[in-house]
């Protein structure tokens, strides 16, 4: 069996809140669980689960911008509709072909990573933090 696409969570990751950065770095974890699941039951189980713990952070995300009055918040919730959307559709295989699950996720998380959280959420906390 081949050796399971891993993501590594690093503290340069951190924006600097503490209920944002640690929902990020389980976002991460609950990434990693599918990452290394094969069986169709327990996949679709922490499908699921990456599924709705992604929701509810862009719900607390969205609820942190809007209550320090960011202005671009509605920019930023197609932001994260969009990475929903892109969500389903990386596991839609997933009755098929876990691993073009695995694949599909690990290559969506990191690039996520690189434009959502350290650009996209930066520039919007740096906003509402000054
Ligand atoms: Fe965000």
Sequence with gaps: MPESLQLEWKPEYCLGDALIDAQHERL????NVIL???????LMRA???LANYTREHFIAEENLMEARGYSKIWEHRGLHELWIQKLSLASSPIASDSEGVHIALHKLMRGWVL????????????????
């Design 28 to 31: 991460f974890a609950l990434a």
């Design 47 to 49: 499908n699921l689960d």
């Design 36 to 42: 290394k699941t094969t069986d169709l039951p327990g």
């Design 115 to 130: 434009q959502h959280i350290l650009v996209e959420d930066m520039n919007a906390l740096k906003k509402i933090q000054s």
